[in-house]
């Protein structure tokens, strides 16, 4: 049984800072990308980030320069810093992995962590 969870969600003030991290754990062959992505209410879910295993990243066009995707392979966690938070990047996160475990590779979603922008 493969799960990820996510930590690190809460209130932040417009122009601070927050760090997410999300860890798999289960049995895992292979991590091959993680990534994040966001659904605000009202809102399609969209790409905010996401990292393969060697360290490729694709960013969202809203926050090139604001946000930085980074994993850690060995603790098989992947994590997102989240600086210049605008009022718009409120939503709820939702960490994402294709993972090669027992039987197939497939996708694997958290459970959502709530980010709030606001003052």
């Known amino acids: 049984q493969v799960q990820l969870v996510e930590s690190g969600g809460g209130l932040v003030q417009p122009g601070g800072s927050l760090r997410l991290s999300c860890a798999a754990s289960?049995?895992?062959?292979?991590?091959?990308?993680m990534g994040w992505y966001r659904q605000a209410p009202g809102k399609q879910r969209e790409l905010v980030a996401r990292i393969t295993s060697d360290g490729s990243t694709v960013y969202a066009d809203s926050v090139k320069g604001r946000f930085t995707i980074f994993r850690d392979n060995a603790k098989k966690t992947v994590y997102l810093t989240m600086d210049s938070l605008k009022p718009e990047d409120t939503a709820v996160y939702s960490c994402n992995a294709l993972i090669q475990g027992e039987l197939a590779v497939r996708d694997y979603w958290g459970q959502g962590t709530q980010v709030t922008v606001s003052s």
């Open positions: 289960g049995s895992i062959f292979r991590i091959y990308v």
